[in-house]
């Protein structure tokens, strides 16, 4: 069974930068894709960002590209999302998800087979 947790959410300003983590146990989970998914209060989850599973090749919903960029680091058998020049509309919990077998950079929820709690990101104005 795979373990996630995510950590780093905090409340930050507008403009400001923010980096969340999402550590892995149970297995190794370099052979999956990775993604963070991020749901704000009265919303659905949406996507946010997926990367392969060597890191080589990423994909981001379009209101964050730019500004947001996901990583992962294999040795750590962890995976990163650094945001920057954040707004308030990305006032969300975040989650991180593991990516089903075969998918390289899934984009939709049901393709993601384990998912952590979440982390509380809150941006003021």
């Known amino acids: 069974q795979v373990q996630l947790a995510e950590s780093g959410g905090r409340l930050v300003q507008a403009g400001g930068s923010l980096r969340v983590s999402c550590a892995a146990s149970g297995r190794t989970l370099s052979s999956n894709a990775m993604g963070w998914f991020r749901q704000a209060p009265g919303k659905e989850r949406e996507f946010v960002a997926a990367?392969?599973?060597?890191?080589?090749?990423?994909t981001y919903t379009d209101a964050v590209k730019g500004r947001f960029t996901i990583s992962r680091d294999n040795a750590k058998n962890t995976v990163y999302l650094q945001m920057n020049s954040l707004k308030p509309e990305d006032t969300a919990v975040y989650y991180c998800a593991v990516g089903r077998f075969g998918y390289s950079l899934p984009t939709q929820a049901r393709l993601y087979a384990y998912w952590g709690q979440g982390t509380q990101v809150t941006v003021s104005s």
């Open positions: 990367v392969t599973q060597t890191g080589g090749s990423t």
